[in-house]
């Protein structure tokens, strides 16, 4: 099968306007090396672009994808981590300033999760996705101290819960810790309702999450 | 620190031009859930967003992204696979067409790779970055067989030599060949250029990369 | 010559990506017709585009462009009205319930016409220029009375007191000032600064033109 | 009542969005005056947006628009001719290499004409728009030498026949002629399918308007 032809029209197009458009700033950027701000953990889900939903220009955000945006906790061994090793780039490196953990409705990874733990699945199910899932097991307590309803039965609280949880699993990370310590890096928690585009940012003083103020759409 | 107010902005944009005008597409995903037809493999860099690179549509294409746009091999076991997860979840539940592992000029973890490899740097510096790079050590040899340079002196070379490496892990997964096999499912791989915006793709056959006949920009 | 390349490119690039996206919406207004909400009266300045500024879709505004923004007197004679018969197309076929004239800085036909009060020339130089910038020569007094300096030698104290002559023009025309007085129509006058980006309103009370409060651009 | 919130958003977005990307685009061309290369003589239909369709850049397309994208033919006198007054600042001042005229499918203007002359209704009727659509009464013998219906009883080809007369018209300017005759000015004729987005030249030897070649739609 060829690549498929809706994506080679759909390139062309991005080369022949946003490209053509942006191209002295693309230039700069090759010469010069990428210098992003913030690093954004996002989900792989096809509805939730990042560089979409925020608009964000070449150059502005690192952004790592994975089944349900997540963070594993810091466990600096032989085995190949893809997530922390984003991290240690974003934070050692190229030193952002900002870590966004962004999640969103109607999560298909949490969805799995969920159906797994109330059907008395066990991790080992699959070769991956379970296993991966698993990592959000504790977010099932922290979600009961914060929402009123039990995560385990609703969906949107344990998508917010895991969201909480990737941040603590944040923190696991010295150096990253370090940086958050000295004043020189910010964590914050999204959340987006893909169905009506709306936006939640995570209080940590209250641990709940509040709609960004925005106008009404005509 | 407060979320920064550009991406705040950003979103507020986002959402009163792109999903207001797209929010009946937006919705109908969130009532119908996603089935995008490709898995697009990429590098966490902020230049290289897959959405805006291909203009994709909201629910057109599951996005996993980490550093260097790697798969490793297949490795089903008790630790956390986040990429592997991805996979899983693309072939196995959502029956993807096509997976596309799209690799970049001037990308930093390959940069970190041959600099470590040419210095005599081992995988166990830092925490996270090395040991995940260490991942394309094959591909050195790979590289070697197809072009012409040395690719630890090559960043372009080890770039490209990296892109058919994942394709030949992402091979390791049975249930991936078995879709492949059966015609369900189509592997390839892409280089895109920052500086230029070009576009090239693997060909199978050759291993070689040829360019996207495009028209030249105005 | 052939056509510009780049407008071919440009075409393309708008036909597969956002013309795609947005083809449901396009097929509806071609089977079911227009009914835009707005008349935009604006210039043909090449830096103003209307759609592109106020991001507008298709079959919202209606959208006239002459130079300089301009709105002849009613004069229903045997001579060819463009804009007039743009205003009559809008207010008694479409029912707008809104007309705007957007102006904008270093707008080349006022500055003719400021070139040509000041030095002298008359309204005959040239072909049609001269004659059709003549319509704003009411406004110098217009703007004396609502700006400090006087308007013949400050280019924006022209430009926007052309933008309240050309809304006073508007109400020369007896269906549309009937549709006002009803409750169904609104004028706006509107200015836009090229170098900046920012958008001012009128007051109509006052004849003062503020800026539209917006967050400072990151 | 106030300016209608959707565009007081719309024009939000955009300047957080697309001029922000490009605000030193924007500063350049306020600083150095605009110099495009084409006029673009389109219709006021909120269908067709001009910069949209060829996915202009700022400075790039003079446009002018009024009903039906009509050019009269050369007429100095003392009244007030817009169109001419956008042609004679395209051509004499800006010396643009480029005259489009760009008609469209489903034109109100020329629907109104057609059904005007098949029902007896006289240019006198209404104030400006029957008397400006009278403009194309000579096209309605252009096209029946073009086309094999009788453009009166057929709405694309009395649309096609406009444009045809519209180029026409513009070799009527004595100072655009010349400009043609010493190749450096070219008109074009295109015609827009709102429905399916597909776009038609004219090619001005055998009178027909072929389909410019693109690939399908994904």
Redesign the interface.
């Known amino acids: ?23 002295d ?3 700069r ?3 010069a ?2 210098q ?3 690093l954004m953990i996002a989900c ?24 349900a945006n ?1 963070v ?1 906790p ?1 466990q ?1 061994d ?13 934070v ?2 190229l030193k952002v ?2 870590i ?1 953990v962004c999640g969103h ?2 999560c ?2 949490i969805n799995a999760f969920r159906h797994n733990a109330l059907n008395g699945v066990d991790a080992a199910h ?4 379970a ?3 698993d ?1 959000i097991a504790p977010a099932t307590k922290l979600a009961l101290a914060c929402d009123a309803v039990d995560p385990l039965h609703d969906q949107t609280a344990m998508e917010l819960a895991a969201i909480r949880q990737s941040i603590q699993n944040l923190r696991t990370f010295p150096w990253l810790t370090a940086r958050e310590k000295a ?1 020189e890096l ?1 964590l ?1 928690g ?1 959340w987006f ?5 709306s ?1 939640r ?1 995570l209080d940590e003083a209250s641990g709940g999450f509040t709609r ?1 103020d ?5």
Request: zero cysteines; aromatic letters at 10%; glycine letters at 10%.
């Open positions: 099968m060829n690549l498929p032809e809706r994506l080679v029209e759909g390139y062309r197009g991005f080369r022949h306007t946003r490209f053509r458009r942006e191209r700033h693309y230039a950027l090759a010469e090396g990428q992003p701000n913030t792989v889900d096809s509805r939730v672009a990042p560089e979409v939903v925020f608009d964000a220009d070449p150059g502005e955000m690192l952004v790592v994808r994975n089944v997540l594993p810091y600096p032989a085995n190949y981590h893809g997530t922390s090793a984003a991290i240690e780039f974003a050692r490196q300033a900002h966004i409705a109607s298909g990874g699959g070769d991956f996705v296993r991966w899932m990592l004043g910010a914050h999204l309702d893909v169905a009506d585009g936006l940012v960004l925005d106008a009404p759409l005509g």
